[in-house]
């Protein structure tokens, strides 16, 4: 058994991020831990621009976003295990590790847990029909293409308008594969805005609201999909049966953090995000262990995971050093409009951030954060939707009574 | 003519209606800034963008190089560029921020090279 210091688990945009935080206070013994041989997890295969404008302040590509934070790495000296899989993390914070030279066991004085996030497939949204090849993830097709060079079929279709999902619409099309169509489940699109106008209406490929696949074709490649519109339950509407052949399916049907480590370690786990409970601090119900980026909550942008993991490092280094508040324990309780909020719970000993995702597009809202019948922060909103995660401030809630964020 | 534009400068997002009079003009609403204004008076003359693409490498470590346009080129040019991409191929070891093509069909923008891939070793 090695005893380390702080071990920040992932080298994507969270946990390196996180890394170089932690040196710069001062923090002498960082290690990280990742899975795969290189730095840079997701970044590496998404190499559209669009990243880096908060944390570089340009609009670089993810390979340029994750090569940046390599540098800055490399500069403090952080020492990082590739090729390493984390198998278990203990209660007392013992993490045991599948690395290139056998099992590894390190004793950390605290752990971020800053492994990213998985992608909904074919088994999680339960599409019936045959199992034939051709149905891919979008990010599985995104790492066919842009790191392996392999085209994943030639006459497309896509369902969910995941970003990735429209992103890859865009690359196909590039690529010289027919895009026919991309089919949303719900009647908003789930990518953001500017990726419809630019990956979409730019190749007049088009996008069917409140429509889904109902059934796949073909025997060993996919030969087409049924395509159904769906009612206000989400329900497919009889007799709206469109058939579309295609040699390939594309998913982009969201994300979700897989927990299983952290929920072993005795973690609690928030049922909507599927990411740990943490506190303002980001620290989970097992003292020491933290967790940012989208193995908390999925992020809409790689900016916002590092500068998470920012805050992580911050408070990771004050428990590291016998600093850090742990405080009283209240809770943080989505509200009216509200489908889930980090943190969910909080010390009560200072001002605080929440973050949240709300539950259906409107215009004009506030956002108010209460605790019985004071406000402890509130903002006003010209739109709020499902697709964009916002915050509010807060100031320090008082007594033992929960709190809760509401959209009015 | 009327038509509804969602602003994709910034995440705010706004609503714009552009008004396009018959001399051509463009009278813009709904703008929460001027860079609205701008943005859909380009992109309803001559709508800029960048892509991303990859480009082969020989002797690599890896098959492949990603790329992107140093800056935005008109939409109307990006098959064209993409022909263009498509017929190159660079020789390890190839660097990050590498010109890979200048000035590429006199757009002023260069494809460049997103990453880095070491040459393969013997």
């Not at chain 1, 999909?225 to 049907?253: F, H, M, Q, R």
């Not at chain 1, 927990?259 to 980001?282: K, M």
């Not at chain 1, 909020?341 to 001002?351: A, E, N």
Request: hydrophobic content about 40%; charged content about 25%; some cysteine.
């Amino acid at each position: 058994m090695e005893n380390r210091g702080i071990v920040v688990i992932g080298a994507g945009p969270t946990g390196l991020a996180a890394a170089v935080k932690l040196r710069r206070l001062g923090a002498e013994d960082v290690l990280v831990i990742e899975r795969e041989n290189e730095t840079g997890g997701i970044l590496r295969q998404c190499i559209h621009d669009g990243f880096g404008l908060e944390r570089f302040g340009k609009s670089i590509s993810g390979p340029e976003y994750a090569a940046l934070l390599k540098s800055e790495a490399e500069e403090l000296d952080i020492e990082c295990l590739t090729g390493t899989s984390v198998l278990e993390i203990s209660k007392d914070r013992t993490i045991t590790a599948a690395s290139p030279s056998g099992v590894v066991e390190i004793h950390a004085e605290a752990i971020i847990a800053a492994a990213g996030c998985r992608e909904r497939s074919r088994g999680s949204i339960m599409i019936p029909g045959e199992r034939p090849a051709g149905v891919y993830t979008a990010g599985t097709a995104q790492a066919y293409m842009n790191l392996y060079n392999r085209m994943p079929g030639r006459n497309a279709v896509i369902l969910g308008s995941g970003d990735i999902g429209l992103i890859m619409a865009r690359r196909l099309t590039l690529e010289g594969a027919k895009v026919s169509a991309v089919f949303e489940l719900q009647d908003h699109p789930n990518g953001l805005e500017r990726n419809i106008v630019q990956c979409l209406d730019d190749y007049s490929i088009p996008l069917y609201l409140s429509h889904t696949v109902t059934e796949i074709h073909g025997k060993d490649r996919i030969e087409g999909v049924t395509v159904s519109a769906v009612d206000g339950n989400l329900k497919p509407i009889e007799g709206t049966e469109k058939y579309y052949p295609c040699d390939t399916l594309i998913l982009s049907v969201g994300l979700i953090p897989d927990n299983t480590i952290l929920e072993n370690a005795g973690v609690e786990i928030d049922p909507v995000t599927n990411g740990a409970v943490v506190d303002e601090h980001l620290m989970t119900s097992v003292p020491g262990i933290f967790s940012a980026g989208n193995m908390l909550h999925v992020h809409d942008l790689a900016d916002f995971a590092s500068a998470e993991a920012e805050a992580a490092a911050e408070n990771a280094f004050l428990y590291a050093s016998g600093k850090l508040d742990t405080g009283r324990n209240l809770s943080v309780v989505p509200g009216e409009g509200v489908s889930h909020t980090v943190p969910g719970r909080i010390t009560g000993h200072g001002p605080f951030t929440v973050s949240l995702r709300v539950r259906k597009k409107e215009r004009g809202k506030t956002v108010e954060v209460r605790q019985g019948g004071k406000i402890l922060g509130y903002r006003f909103f010209p739109l709020v939707i499902p697709s964009q995660m916002i915050s509010v401030d807060a100031e320090a809630a008082a007594g033992c009574e929960n709190v809760e964020v509401i959209v009015r | 003519m009327k038509k509804i534009y969602t602003c994709i400068i910034c995440p705010r997002s706004c609503e714009l209606e552009a008004d396009i009079l018959p001399d051509g003009q463009v009278s813009v609403s709904g703008n929460g800034c001027p860079r609205g204004a701008e943005w859909i008076r380009n992109e309803l003359s001559d709508p800029k963008r960048t892509i991303a693409s990859s480009v082969l490498v020989e002797g690599g470590e890896k098959e492949i190089v990603s790329v992107r346009l140093s800056s935005p080129v008109p939409l109307r040019m990006i098959f064209p560029i993409m022909d263009e991409i498509r017929k190159v191929s660079v020789t390890a070891p190839v660097s990050i921020g590498d010109i890979i093509i200048r000035d590429v069909l006199s757009s002023g923008a260069d494809v460049i090279a997103t990453s880095s891939v070491l040459a393969k070793k013997e």
